[in-house]
T-cell receptor, first 113, second 114 residues
């Protein structure tokens, strides 16, 4: 069966420090991968999605970047965090076809102080 | 462009009563529609989806949703609510021609009181 792992679960970082959130998927190959941000427990904003290694699309201009160094690994990064980067970050994967559903990780809560 | 509206931030129902969580959508083509549920500090979990065919879709935990093309709506329903149904519910849409990008509504917090 497929599983998705996301870490760290919680992170407190000072303004201006770097960030790295990691997500890995097991039990499938060539998945679509996604990073969403959820602010204040409400709606989800799509940050990045990837349909393959080194194929990453950014949905909104921001202080963040994403990389996919391996087929089932998706990393969200920042060189210098801003206060506004605080939030709940969710990684998700989906089989790349049809009406397949997103499967989400447990999330990473980032607090920037 | 695709979009989803969940007009209610909060829905309160008594246990045993029916519940409805509203959702309307906008897409340029034919949609895939989804409902997800989120418990506190957790990721989203899939409840049900509409692809084609029967407009009434049944999903997990006794939930169902009815696709209405003319009203571009996809409300989530359950005949008899449980306290354990209390959670944050998200409606999502994906255009069939889209490259796998889903758009989510802002979510509706459902509170079921005993």
């Amino acid at each position: 069966s497929q599983t998705i792992h996301q870490w760290p679960a919680t992170l407190v970082q000072p303004v201006g420090s770097p960030l790295s959130l990691e997500c890995t998927v097991e039990g499938t190959s060539n998945p679509n991968l996604y990073w969403y941000r959820q602010a204040a427990g409400r709606g989800l904003q799509l940050l990045f999605y990837s349909i393959g290694i080194d194929q990453i699309s950014s949905e909104v201009p921001q202080n963040l970047s994403a990389s996919r160094p391996q087929d089932r690994q998706f990393i969200l990064s920042s060189k210098k965090l801003l206060l506004s980067d605080s939030g709940f970050y969710l990684c998700a994967w989906m089989v790349n076809s049809g009406a397949n559903v997103l499967t989400f990780g447990a999330g990473s809560r980032l607090t920037v102080l | 462009a695709q979009s989803v509206a969940q007009p209610e931030d909060q829905v309160n129902v008594a246990e045993g009563n029916p519940l409805t969580v509203k959702c309307t959508y906008s897409v340029s083509g034919n949609p895939y529609l989804f409902w997800y549920v989120q418990y506190p500090n957790r990721g989203l979990q899939f409840l049900l989806k509409y692809i084609t065919g029967d407009n009434l879709v049944k999903g997990s935990y006794g939930f169902e949703a009815e696709f209405n093309k003319s009203q571009t709506s996809f409300p989530l329903k359950k005949p008899s609510a449980l306290v354990s149904d209390s959670a944050l519910y998200f409606c999502a849409v994906r255009d069939r021609t889209n490259a796998g990008k889903s758009t989510f509504g802002d979510g509706t917090t459902l509170t079921v009181k005993p």
